[in-house]
């Protein structure tokens, strides 16, 4: 049976106050090629925005492989009685994905009630938002600009074949004030004990986040 149930490597920052939060955040990946096996795995990969006081959920714009295809589509996952993601829209190997996290409220808000998740393809036009989307309260002081989220993964053939490795590039992480940080500095975490291993580990730059597996 399969291990690797969650996420299995991220790279965050924090603002380190309950007071201060972020107002948005933009990131541009490729799409992989497929996995070289197709065993019902399901992939995700995105950067977000957490309250890391009080997780309820997450904003996060989305490349997921799932039922053997590559599609985005913009989430907030996932308060209850609310629209939790946008309409899925299928995507190509190759195409350059832009995501971006933005709030509806005046710069300087630390609680903005409503955020708008924006998934675009590049390469094609194609583009699903959820917008309007609430807050619930939370104040998102968490940014992560790189995130894998795998489940059934039976081998490391079921993740993409070509580098072993994805990047999310050009992460710009703005603050409530809407200005983009001067200094972003990721702390990673690795799941060491998922089974099974293959090759998981993260390099970073002020601006870029490379994911292997």
Known sequence: MPEINGWVESASITTGSPTKSYGAL?????VPS???RDDGQVLYLFPGFEDINGTQSILQPVLGWYQGRW???????CLNGIVTNSPAVGVSTGDKIYGSITNSCPP?????AAWSVLSVDLSTGGSTTLGGTPSNG???NWAFGGVLEAYYVNSCDDYPSSDRQLTFEQVIVFD????????????????????????????????KVTIGY
Request: aromatic content about 10%; hydrophobic content about 30%.
């Open 176 to 207: 409530q004030n809407l200005h983009p940080l001067a200094r972003q500095k990721w702390s990673n975490a690795v799941g060491s004990s998922d089974t099974p291993q293959c090759g998981y580990g993260l390099t970073t730059a002020k601006h």
């Open 71 to 77: 599609t985005i589509a913009s989430w907030n996952c």
């Open 138 to 140: 939370q104040v998102f």
């Open 34 to 36: 497929q996995p070289y």
């Open 26 to 30: 933009i990131a541009t990946w490729t």
């Open 108 to 112: 300087g808000t630390r609680a903005c």
